[in-house]
């Protein structure tokens, strides 16, 4: 038979380094050190200080871990989508969209196939 009961930590701490403590740690981590509980039941993350003061069983499940921090503020630009080409490139891209236009247009106008041209034939 297998007794069990399940408390909370005593000073409500999931197990942090605590140097003025007898043991050096607080919460869960102090209440195995000191023999308040045998075993615990809880997410805690192993890392290396933890592993010199307590075992840890076989993780049944790895999570990773993440950090977040907040991003670096960029004052707004609403011309973004400029920046990857130099500023000559654009002036010829608007000078080659206008030639083409006037190109289309005359070609509008001379040709037997455009409605202009139908009006002339």
């Not at 075993?39 to 192993?46: K, L, M, Q, R």
């Not at 991003?71 to 030639?99: G, H, K, M, R, T």
Request: hydrophobic share 45%.
């Amino acid at each position: 038979k297998f007794n069990y009961k399940f408390v909370w930590p005593r000073d409500e701490k999931w197990g942090g380094a605590n140097p003025n403590s007898s043991t050096g740690w607080d919460g869960l981590v102090h209440d195995l050190l000191t023999r308040y509980i045998d075993i615990s039941t809880v997410h805690f993350s192993i890392n290396a200080a933890r592993e010199k003061s307590i075992d840890f069983s076989v993780p049944f499940m790895q999570v990773g871990l993440a950090v977040v921090v907040k991003a670096e503020v960029d004052s707004s630009n609403e011309v973004f989508f400029l920046q990857p080409f130099d500023p000559d490139v654009w002036y010829c891209v608007i000078l080659s969209a206008f030639l083409i236009t006037i190109i289309v247009c005359v070609y509008n106008k001379i040709s037997p196939y455009s409605l202009y041209g139908r009006k002339m034939h």
